[in-house]
């Protein structure tokens, strides 16, 4: 199926506004729009069956728990892994933060996690919080810094200490794509905890846990058209009945004594407290939008968006335009970083902008929306050789013009801010 970007932004009701005041968003590795479906199940649920989950025997009671138990199915069906191995956490961030938090547990506390120069701060820094607080290692291994990441990579880095590896399936810089699977089986092989960080995957392309063979995954519902406040942490069942529990409080108990307590089935025992209930019913409608265009279009869709993005710079030629990343569209996600600079230079003024000032140009001359920065991934931004970059992402809604337009500012602030 070819995508049909005027339908797809048909859903959108934000779009009305964007082609009302010139706006071309393509910050979508950042987060992504909402279609009228997501905002209108959220909009359903409170004006038809709020209430609390899991505790009222009445009608609303059990309506909302019924949705948020289905949402849950929905959800955890589309990277094939059942209900029981789905936990709703707020966010990628979060779900990274439990693995790090309690793996360990598992692992022994004299044990090395290896992660690599890739991730964004959610996979580095929750394990180097872990590293000081039970005493494990995080190493960081020596991957190069632009392509894919290898099987011999990991294995160079391991050691007998290592008990977890801790990688992201597509890099939020380079958009490269790494092939775990084969990873994961090896490390299986060895005994070694597989973690994976989906949350610039599982938005752009089939992932099934049981292919990647994983021990735990995260994702961001924010990223895939779903709300705020709503991600996943799937978890092998054996993997999330063994760890510890993350947070106490209600929900995630069976009974509670005054001097212990029992813990809930899996997935509740790592759900305290209320839950994020319209959040999940959301994403779940984010989910049939996209399992209604599947996720092979969505993919197919991105490969071309980006294959067109590499194949106009190369026709613009625009003098200082420098991008990173694999060119293989293969193993490229939407994702297109770049800095303006001539020659290596990033000191001299007319031979840099900086890439705060290529997103606040290309918003004023064609209404382009980028970002800047280091992209919350610092070790990666500095293994690039350079402290900040700019940033074009796309999703199903972007389509030829809009790479066209930002290739117009950046031609422009080109021949305005370079000498
Ligand atoms: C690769 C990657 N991992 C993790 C995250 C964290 O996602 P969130 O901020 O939704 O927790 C991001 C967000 O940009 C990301 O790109």
Redesign the pocket.
């Given at each position: 199926m070819h995508i049909d970007v005027e339908e797809i932004r048909s859903h959108f009701p934000i779009f009305e506004r964007f082609s009302r005041d010139n706006i071309i968003y393509l910050d979508n590795?950042?987060t992504t729009q909402k279609p009228r479906e997501v905002v209108e199940a959220i909009t359903s649920f409170y004006y038809n069956s709020n209430s609390n989950v899991h505790r009222g025997v009445y009608r609303t009671g059990e309506e909302a728990s019924e949705l948020y138990n289905h949402s849950r199915e929905n959800i955890a069906g589309f990277i094939g892994a059942s209900p029981d191995e789905l936990v709703f956490v707020r966010?990628?961030?979060?779900a990274?933060n439990i693995a790090a938090t309690c793996l360990p547990e598992l692992a022994g506390k004299d044990s090395e996690v290896l992660i690599s120069r890739m991730?964004?701060h959610?996979?580095i820094v929750p394990w180097q919080i872990a590293s000081k607080r039970v005493g494990i290692t995080t190493k960081m291994m020596e991957n190069m810094p632009e392509r894919q990441i290898t099987w011999e990579d990991v294995e160079k880095n391991l050691t007998e200490k290592t008990r977890i590896v801790s990688l992201?399936q597509?890099?939020?810089i380079l958009g490269t794509i790494n092939d775990l699977s084969e990873i994961g089986r090896k490390l299986h092989e060895r005994g070694i905890f597989f973690v994976v960080?989906a949350?610039?995957s599982v938005p752009h392309m089939k992932v099934d846990v049981r292919s990647l063979n994983c021990d735990l995954l995260?994702f961001?519902g924010?990223?895939m058209m779903g709300p705020s406040g709503i991600?996943c942490l799937y978890g092998r069942k054996e993997i999330l009945e063994k760890m510890p529990p993350y947070m106490g409080g209600g929900e995630m108990i069976k009974e509670v004594f005054e001097d212990r307590f029992t813990m809930a089935d899996v997935p509740l025992k790592y759900e305290a407290g209320t839950p994020n209930i319209e959040g999940a019913i959301g994403l779940s409608a984010a989910v049939d939008f996209l399992k209604k265009i599947g996720m092979e279009n969505v993919r197919e869709h991105e490969r071309e968006l980006i294959k067109y993005t590499l194949d106009l710079e190369s026709e613009r030629k625009i003098q200082s335009l420098h991008s990173y990343g694999p060119r293989n569209p293969l193993i490229r996600a939407g994702i297109y970083t770049f800095q303006l600079k001539k020659g290596d230079s990033e000191k001299s003024y007319g031979n840099y902008v900086h890439p705060h000032d290529i997103s606040h140009l290309a918003d004023r001359i064609k209404g382009v929306e980028i970002r800047s920065g280091h992209?919350?991934a610092m070790p990666q931004t500095l293994a690039l050789g350079t402290y900040a970059t700019a940033r074009a992402s796309f999703y199903i809604y972007n389509d030829h013009k809009d790479v066209e337009a930002l290739f117009d500012a950046l031609q422009s602030i080109d021949r305005k801010m370079i000498a």
């Open positions: 590795a950042a966010n990628a961030t979060e990274l991730e964004h959610s996979n992201s597509c890099s939020n960080d949350a610039q995260a961001s924010h990223k991600g992209h919350c």
